[in-house]
């Protein structure tokens, strides 16, 4: 396991982060304290929750990751320190979380008391905006012309970027969170925060986190590079697309108990006629190699320049067996060319 340091902050984290959206929904706690423990022991020491999860979001599974994982941590707490936690407040648009209010500052300081309680630790080491409360580009609104910026009250939103930012440092100042980074965001959002962090001495951005995959790599090179001269790590989130560059949903295919065989709140965007022909040229480089498409996509987002830790989801230990183990694949030039013929055909399939 190789460790990489998190953007500016002083934390080494594991090239693998271990996702847990299904733990409270698809996957009990009896599963979650399977996946830690196994993860740990293979060197992983970074988590990632939100207070939305477990997903699909809806109100009886609100909070009950960030239960299990304090369950876990309740249990283990000499292992504390050897766990990096990030955790995420959610933006508005959801009813049953602050009525569906757009983040604030007050919210900010609520939502992280929330989260100690039902981590059930003093600290938070990682603490993430889910997503923006101005309309981003993200969840499928990535073609020109879904997001319009000039809707947007340029003024009001550095306003409340602000209250947030100050809230973050009162946080920080408390010991209640080390450090603050974000979600789904753009190369305008990171600049602002890091303008106002640096133009008033609070908190600087360490971390973002946004959808990255052989299926989706709108950040490459642009939003990323920003990310490597501002010393902000890049955490790519869904980097098998939902599940779907495991070649299991080809053809229509819907195995039971699987994330796409559940109600999805965003729609099945990613299912497109470009995407399983791309998924299915994927997965032939992959048996060509010797290697399972899981395995491909993984080990392709892990050697991406920029990349910090690459967050993994597993419903099965199985599965997180073979994830784990395609962060120690190489990918000679043969391979890494053969995917680059794919994805030269497909670079935006959905």
Known sequence: MEYRRLGSSGLQVSQVCLGSMTWGKQNNQHDADEQINYALAKGVNFIDTAEMYAVPPSPETYGKTESIIGSWLH???????????????????????REGHPISGKSVTEAIDDSLTRLQTDYIDLYQLHWPNRISPHFGKHWPGMVQPTHEDTEQEIADMLDILESIGKAVDAGKIRYFGLSDDTPWGIQTYLRLAQANNLPK???????????????????IEQCIHEDIAYLPWSPLAGGALTG???????????????????????????????????????????????Q??????????????????????????????????????????????VYQQYPMPF
Request: proline share 3%.
């Open 75 to 97: 249990r283990h707490k000499e292992k504390r320190d050897e766990v990096i936690i990030a955790t995420k407040i959610a933006g508005g648009g959801l009813s049953w979380v």
């Open 205 to 223: 951005v360490v971390s973002i986190q946004n959808e990255f995959n052989l299926l989706h790599t709108k950040d490459w090179p642009y939003l």
């Open 248 to 294: 299991k949903y080809l053809n229509g295919a819907r195995p039971e108990g699987t994330r796409w065989s559940l109600v999805q709140r965003q729609g099945l965007f990613r299912d497109t006629q470009l995407s399983n022909k791309a998924i299915a040229a994927y997965v032939d480089v992959a048996k060509a190699h010797n290697m399972t498409p899981a």
């Open 296 to 341: 491909l996509a993984l080990a392709w987002c892990n050697q991406v320049d920029g990349v910090t830790s690459t967050i993994i989801g597993a419903t099965t230990m199985g599965q997180l067996k073979e994830d784990l183990q395609a962060f120690s694949l190489p990918l000679d030039e043969t391979l890494l060319n053969d995917i680059f013929s």
